[in-house]
Nanobody
């Protein structure tokens, strides 16, 4: 079955960097678009970044454009989110997502906390 496992979250100071990873299994990873979402306490889950199956097209939320970079390694069935110049408002649980046969799949999430 489809499984997504995120890692790489943690506590970081404002201005710092983190790289999140999402290891995928149970489907042909190289055939699917992948997405990163985040959800802060008391807020709705929001789309942060998206990447096509080939990795040739990426899109970002305005709030992270120029600071975050999504990438993928199809040989490793892994999608990444490089987060630079982190701000307090980036604090959230980050999830990776894939839609397979019209069904949404989510990982368990990884907590990112930006605080001094």
């Amino acid at each position: 079955q489809v499984q997504l496992v995120e890692s790489g979250g943690g506590l970081v100071q404002p201005g710092g960097s983190l790289r999140l990873s999402c290891a995928a299994s149970g489907f042909t990873f190289s055939n699917y678009r992948m997405r990163w979402y985040r959800q802060a306490p008391g807020e709705e889950r929001e789309l942060v970044a998206h990447i096509t199956w080939r990795g040739d097209i990426t899109t970002y939320a305005e709030s992270v454009k120029g600071r975050f970079t999504i990438s993928r390694d199809n040989a490793k069935n892994t999608v990444y989110l490089q987060m630079n110049r982190l701000k307090a408002e980036d604090t959230a649980v980050y999830y990776c997502n894939v839609i397979v046969l019209s069904r949404d799949y989510w990982g368990q999430g990884t907590q990112v906390t930006v605080s001094s």
